[in-house]
Nanobody, 111 residues
Framework: QINLIESGGGLVEAGDSLRISCKAS????????MAWFRQAPGKQRELVAG???????SVADSVKGRFIVTRDDSENMAYLQMNNLKPEDTAVYHC?????WGQGAQVTVST
């Protein structure tokens, strides 16, 4: 069993930055890929970014150059640094490891 808890969401203005965090408990995640998904109202959940056990990262084209995903295996944490936020980034952001999901963190970007 893996429990994932996101934190750090909020309401920001376009152009601002925000960092959301994912704290994992239950077992060490050093062997697993950690990913961030988001779901906007009325839209399907989409993959935003992922960080592999090696530390290699991958981000969606829609956020490339603006979002950075990192991990700290010593703390069982994953982070999503979001820069130059846009209104279309408004969504609930979920942390994912294997088939485990966090409850989500709301990010709202106003114009």
């Amino acid at each position: 069993q893996i429990n994932l808890i996101e934190s750090g969401g909020g309401l920001v203005e376009a152009g601002d930055s925000l960092r959301i965090s994912c704290k994992a408990s239950g077992r060490s995640l050093s062997r697993y890929t950690m990913a961030w998904f988001r779901q906007a109202p009325g839209k399907q959940r989409e993959l935003v970014a992922g960080v592999f056990p090696s530390g290699t990262t991958s981000v969606a084209d829609s956020v490339k150059g603006r979002f950075i995903v990192t991990r700290d295996d010593s703390e069982n944490m994953a982070y999503l640094q979001m820069n130059n936020l846009k209104p279309e980034d408004t969504a609930v952001y979920h942390c994912n490891v294997r088939h485990y999901w966090g409850q989500g963190a709301q990010v709202t970007v106003s114009t």
